[in-house]
């Protein structure tokens, strides 16, 4: 049942990525290549901080371990230029909220990664320059 | 009355002959607003495929040798610093298409002014003025362009771009590069750049590739500050994102 899921995704991926670059935003300032392209990570925290700067926009939030413990991780997205035009607003996101992020993490094994998808609080979902994607069933 | 029909008909004259200078400055109107580089898809005009592009030797083997470099760096996922990861612009002639960052186009009388989202860059076009020698023109991120229009097309030619401003497709440029760029609409909401690279030291012969944007009709342009700059070169030359501590 879980590959079989996998294999669907990773068809619908194929789909998207000869469409449009939805997921992996048209990145201008720097390259994509230090986030890992093929897996993706899904975190559930609360917000410490939105920075709406360029050149990009972050999301700060503490991620509850399985130890009980916090981790924090840095978010990337696109630009606000970008994101403007896919339908953000620099107020979308609130210090305090409780928000799931799918990211491409970075290659390096640090907690950052590059957004792919995030749900806010009140369930609506955000895309990283583009349309929220499918859910791409990663882990 | 006689009179008053005369001062009427010379009034006239120097109105018409008023306005055809205007229009002649400003060129086509239609050129003016906000563009969003185009990369194929709906309404695109068809891709005109770039010139083959020839160095001279030692230029062609470090050109390669960087490229190689540029692609082993991207693989290992430790791509290497640009100008634009430092934050520092993008210059001429990489700034006319970034991604999809717009560009505007603004015209007055004398001047054509081309302004970009990402980094808020700024070139002005100088219409009907004679271009410097390059030697004459302090190098720069833009160098010094000069314009006038054939039709309705507004060519532009630019030297004095600095050699350490990063070229079409990484390609070096030496202090005597010029840029001939041919700039009108392909059709009403599609607005075409035919940008021409010489360079008598680098090139074998000039490189000439096309660019397409699409209107975007009231567009507000975005303020592009890069102030928050978290990414940074390692001691390897290798762009890191900063990872906030808690």
């Known amino acids: 049942m879980h590959s079989r899921r996998l294999s669907v995704s990773a068809g619908l991926l194929a789909v998207i990525a000869s469409a449009l670059p939805l997921g992996r935003p048209l990145l201008a300032h720097h390259s994509f290549a230090m986030f890992d392209s093929v897996n993706k990570a899904t975190i559930t925290g609360t917000v410490t901080r939105f920075e709406w700067t360029n050149p990009h926009v972050f999301i700060e939030m503490d991620v509850p371990a399985q130890n009980g413990e916090t981790k924090h991780w840095s978010v990337e997205l696109g630009s606000p230029s970008i994101l403007q035009r896919s339908g953000w607003k620099f107020s979308d996101v609130k210090p305090g909220e409780k928000v ?7 290659r ?32 | 009355m006689k009179t008053f029909g005369a001062f009427a008909v010379l009034l006239a004259l120097v ?51 960087r490229r190689a470099a540029q692609d082993e760096a991207t693989k290992k996922g430790e791509p290497l610093a640009t100008l634009g990861s430092e934050c520092l612009p993008y210059g001429m002639p990489t700034m006319m298409a970034v991604a999809n960052y ?38 720069g991120y833009y160098g010094r362009s000069i314009g006038k229009w054939e039709g309705n097309t507004l060519v532009i030619d630019s030297l004095g771009i600095d050699p350490k401003v990063a070229g079409y497709q990484s390609l070096p440029h030496s202090a005597r590069l010029r840029i001939t760029e041919r700039i009108s609409l392909a059709s009403p909401d599609v607005l075409q750049d035919q940008i021409t690279l010489d360079d008598p030291v680098v090139l074998e012969k000039p490189v000439t590739y096309t660019l397409a944007y699409r209107r975007l009709p009231k567009y507000e342009m975005v303020e592009f500050v890069c102030d928050n700059n978290r990414e940074y070169t390692d001691d390897k030359g290798v762009v890191r994102m900063k990872v906030q501590e808690k």
């Open chain 1, 108 to 139: 390096d094994g640090r907690p950052g990664g590059m957004l792919y998808r995030l749900t806010l609080a009140d369930g609506s979902m955000r895309g990283n320059g583009g349309p929220p994607p499918a859910d791409p069933g990663g882990k």
């Open chain 2, 15 to 65: 109105a018409s002959s008023a306005s055809a200078q205007t229009a002649s400055a400003v060129g086509d109107p239609r050129l003016s607003g906000a563009w969003e580089p185009m990369r194929g898809g709906p309404g695109a005009p068809p891709p005109t495929p770039p010139s083959p592009i020839t160095l001279k030797a030692p230029y062609a083997a470090e050109w390669q040798a």
């Open chain 2, 102 to 139: 717009p560009i505007e186009i603004l015209q007055t009388p004398g001047q054509v002014t081309i302004l970009t989202e990402v980094h808020s860059e700024v070139r002005r076009v100088f219409l009907d003025r004679p271009q410097l020698k390059a030697e004459d023109i302090p190098p």
């Open chain 1, 100 to 106: 799931t992020a799918i990211v491409n993490p970075l």
